[in-house]
């Protein structure tokens, strides 16, 4: 069953969902790239949370026009509506008073979705809104979901994640480096709202899949999963998008096979089991190459020590430093330094003292900067013979100058 | 309206008057240090918690929940400090990651779980169920004098009220603290504040305020209450402590206007139906804030 839904092969609406759920989900990953780098990801929980007020007053409004209130791109146009006004509300107490954005963000998720629960309950009065069903606009829902609407979601994902692309170059151009882009007269302005009316219509867009309440999740969670994998914009840009159609498809695909279950969170905790796998297991920057980093360095310096103190002929007391001397074979389970270990120690301990030297002469000629921990690397890997030929005659010249 | 409404009507203002107040007051400090969204973080992770108590207990009873949901608002932070260390990921998008995947989980869970014979599903996580909070045993209003029927009152009652309590001892014995750390956390370090305990103490306080509140009233109310009151009290003056009490009487003040507006006013207008009072009393504290950011005396920022 399951794979049937991965292989689009389990009827045309499922298909068109999941493919819907896809390209949702990329323009989600693309948007939520940008909100991330620009420091703005929970303005998408105000959005989001800022629709449920448009939802039913489209409803109540065409209902009283005696048009069907269930009507998908009347409850959509709505939704946006009252998202777009929830944003001006966010963006108007940021700038007009003390207030600091995050306050305005939670004041005004909380005031809108309320306000949106009471006109719910108003809506649970009259008899088509109990069959209307806007509950499964809370969690997503694409069971029993009609062709016109899936075809509908389709098509404007399409737009939106065009959008997005017609105006890529000027947004990472921002994301960037927004000194550099306002000098090629880009206004970062104009920038920032089209990140925001792309998310808005994410959001809006997600309703009906994801659910309103945790469509957030689509905006947030791949693109933090991407930071992990690279420090470049347009990777995380593509890493990002990926994640985000990865986690729709498979999300919506798992969805038409447990048809009891609602879409959103299924979708959800795919987005979280790619950002643990990208959390744990990304290089560099994931925490087991973190980990990793810091045993190798601790080893390192564990055994410069150990090796100077030996060619220094100072006991070692240090019992990691002795184990891993001893596992390496430098010195003899008694402590007394075997062959290898001396000529090793000796070689450490030229390359400490050129080091130290070459410090100094980067010092006095004010070129040294921060605390770099040079003596752990080999420094005939890092300077040019040239280089290391005048510091050893500076060294023997200093030596000479002791005698 | 006498003994009609001490039945149906008083329980419900006081316990959500107790749980905006409850809300409220570790709100003030959420407010001024940037850390507001931890409110809606800890509501939105309170459903999972409730539903693994309910899974491991089998039955809806207040102490297991509570347990659960506070086990769950504590994890979560715990979460959420994790990945902003570990992945030196900023703060707003490491809470992001984590409560929508655990708001995720819970809802997962309780649709698998079979929970049709007991009361527990997400919307009354989100809206509450204020309207059936009522006092039966109540004979009118010498019921309040009568020891009796004055133990019959809802347990969400008694929760509130010790909450409430319990919030306010608090923050009247760590006021000092409390507010150098509002202010200036690098200063309140320097003269010996131990400013990361105190500052986890007000989340778990704000965690327990919105634990107790969220099943009396929802998850909405509690998320409105933390911010709404304490940041419209901002904006009325500069004095911290005029603040915090003023917050408080915004957090009453909405409560009983957002009651009577969602029970009465249907009725004065001619329908017969009562809407949303969580709902009512979240929408009107958002009204009181944007009155005091269009009129409040202190709502600019000093430059």
């Avoid at chain 1, 109540?60 to 048009?67: D, E, H, R, S």
């Avoid at chain 1, 899949?209 to 957030?216: A, P, S």
């Avoid at chain 1, 310096?301 to 002795?322: D, N, R």
Wanted: hydrophobic residues 55%; contains cysteine; proline residues 3%.
């Amino acid at each position: 069953m399951l794979w049937a839904a991965l292989s689009l092969s389990l009827g045309y609406n499922a298909t068109l969902v999941t493919l819907g759920a896809s390209l949702l989900g990329a323009a989600a990953g693309m948007a939520g790239t940008f909100l991330y780098l620009r420091k703005n990801a929970l303005i998408s929980d105000a959005i989001s949370h800022a629709t449920l007020p448009g939802l039913g007053f489209a409803f109540l409004v065409a209902f009283g026009f005696g048009i069907d209130g269930r009507q998908l791109l009347i409850l959509l146009s709505g939704s946006a509506l009252s998202a777009a006004l929830g944003l001006y509300f966010v963006n108007w107490l940021t700038r007009e008073t003390r207030l600091t954005q995050d306050t305005a963000i939670g004041c005004v998720l909380s005031v809108f979705f309320a306000f949106g629960v009471v006109l719910l309950t108003i809506i649970q009065v009259i008899p088509a809104g109990r069959k209307a069903g806007l509950e499964s606009f809370l969690l997503g829902s694409t069971a029993g979901m009609l062709y016109s609407d899936a075809l509908l979601i389709l098509i404007l994902s399409i737009i939106t994640a065009l959008v997005l692309f017609v105006f890529l170059r000027p947004i990472k151009l921002v994301v960037f480096d927004q000194g550099y882009s306002e000098t090629l007269g880009i206004s970062v302005r104009r920038v920032d709202f089209i990140i925001l009316m792309v998310t808005l219509a994410v959001t809006v867009l997600g309703m009906k899949i994801v659910g309103l309440i945790l469509i957030v999740a689509l905006l947030i969670i791949p693109a933090v999963s991407a930071r992990f994998w690279s420090e470049r914009t347009n990777i995380i840009l593509v890493t990002a998008t990926l994640f985000g159609a990865l986690s729709g498809y498979i999300g919506s695909a798992i969805s038409a096979v447990s048809p009891g279950l609602p879409t959103g969170p299924i979708i959800v905790l795919c987005c979280f089991g790619l950002f643990l796998f990208s959390f744990l297991f990304a290089p560099k920057r994931g925490v087991l190459a973190v980990a990793l980093d810091h045993y190798r360095f601790q080893k390192a310096v564990h055994l410069t020590q150990g090796l100077l103190s030996m060619a220094a002929a100072q006991p070692i007391y240090e019992p990691k430093t002795q184990r891993l001397l001893r596992r390496l074979g430098y010195i003899r389970a008694d402590g007394v330094a075997t062959e290898t270990g001396k000529s090793l120690a000796a070689k450490t301990l030229l390359n400490e003292k050129r080091w130290s030297y070459w410090q100094e002469i980067l010092k006095e000629s004010d070129q040294l900067d921060g605390q770099a921990v040079f003596n752990l690397m080999d420094i005939e890997t890092k300077l040019t013979p040239d280089q290391i030929k005048s510091i050893d005659q500076g060294l023997a010249l200093k030596q000479g100058e002791r005698m | 309206m006498g003994s009609e409404f001490v039945a149906l009507g008083l329980t419900p203002v006081l316990i959500s008057a107790f749980a905006g107040m409850a809300c409220a007051l570790p709100g003030n400090f959420l407010v001024l240090r940037k850390q507001a969204l931890i409110g809606d973080a800890i509501s939105h992770v309170v459903l999972p918690g409730i539903v693994v108590a309910y899974l491991l207990t089998g039955q809806v009873s207040t102490w297991p929940m509570m347990l659960g949901a506070a086990g769950a608002a504590v994890i979560s932070v715990v979460l959420i400090e994790m990945i902003r260390r570990l992945g030196r990921i900023e703060y707003g998008a490491a809470m992001g990651v984590i409560f929508t995947t655990m708001f995720a989980a819970g809802v997962l869970l309780l649709e698998q779980s079979d929970t049709s014979r007991v009361h527990l599903d997400v919307e009354h996580a989100l809206f509450g169920n204020l309207e059936t909070l009522i006092w039966l045993q109540s004979d009118g209003w010498g019921s309040l004098l009568d020891p009796l029927s004055l133990a019959q009152l809802p347990p969400q009652f008694f929760r509130m009220v010790i909450a409430f309590f319990v919030i306010s001892a608090f923050t009247y014995i760590f006021w000092r603290p409390l507010v150098l750390i509002s202010f200036d956390e690098a200063y309140a370090r320097t003269i010996g504040t131990q400013a990361t305990v105190i500052g986890f103490l007000l989340v778990v306080l704000a965690a327990m305020a919105a634990v107790a509140a969220f099943d009396a009233v929802g998850s909405i109310i509690v998320i409105a209450m933390i911010l709404c009151p304490p940041a419209t009290a901002r904006l009325l003056t500069n004095d911290i402590k005029t603040q915090v009490f003023l917050s408080l009487i915004l957090a009453l003040g909405a409560t009983l206007i957002g009651y009577v507006a969602a029970g009465y006013l249907p009725l004065w207008l001619g329908y017969s139906n009562t809407l949303s009072a969580a709902g009512m009393i979240a929408t009107v504290s958002g009204l009181l804030l944007a009155f005091s950011a269009i009129y409040g005396r202190h709502r600019k920022r000093v430059i």
